[in-house]
């Protein structure tokens, strides 16, 4: 299988989106999130079959990569606009996944306010992931838009499953099966 043609997405920390989809010559594309672009909290490896006019229209910017840093207004729109697409499709299909989501647990207490970060398994294949709590952030929102983020808290330990059993996920790897969960929780002070 030979790579054709590469898109990417970043931006600067503290956002520090990082995403690339590579298009290959058997008609796949494979989306790789790191950090993602959108509100969500889905990082991984997606895969997505494209067909003969798609493929065309993609290869014309081969062979990459063909970069789109966030900040800034695309030189190249259609390219930027194909390739949004094309993830957006390969995202509909995780092949190895993990999906993160967070709630609040109880109040404020003594000026810290106490999260559970959950993790669950997401495609048909196990994937392993790694929370960096130096270079993440905590990002709050108000009916469903950004308002304030700061540091992520330093964590004592990585995810837990409902048994006890340590994933990891924190200084070290964690490796999740598909449907597999894990929690942990992140104290932070309020703002």
């Known amino acids: 299988m030979q790579r054709l043609v590469t898109f990417q997405w970043s931006t600067p920390p503290p956002t520090s989106v990082d995403e690339q989809v590579a298009v ?4 796949s594309a494979w989306l790789v999130v790191r950090r993602p672009r959108e509100l969500s909290a889905v990082v991984g490896t997606f895969r997505s079959d494209l067909d003969s006019e798609t493929m065309k229209a993609l ?10 840093d ?45 999260a559970s970060l959950l993790v669950v398994g997401r495609g048909s294949h196990p994937t392993e992931f790694e929370l ?8 709050f929102l108000q009916d469903g838009q950004p308002v304030n983020w700061q540091e992520f808290p330093d964590l004592p330990m990585g995810f ?32």
């Open 24 to 27: 290959y010559d058997d008609a």
């Open 132 to 139: 960096d709590p130096a270079s993440s952030a905590i990002h």
């Open 160 to 191: 837990m499953t409902p048994d006890a059993e340590g994933l990891g996920g924190v200084r070290g790897p964690a490796h999740i099966e598909p449907g597999t969960f894990g929690a942990i929780t992140v104290i932070s002070a309020p703002t």
């Open 70 to 114: 966030l900040r800034s207004t695309p030189q190249d729109r259609e390219a930027m606009a194909l390739a949004d697409r094309l993830a957006a499709e390969a995202r509909t299909t995780p092949y190895a996944a993990a999906e993160f989501f967070s709630a609040p647990i109880g109040g404020i207490r003594d000026g810290k306010l106490s």
């Open 59 to 68: 290869t014309a910017y081969a062979p990459g990569p063909v970069a789109f």
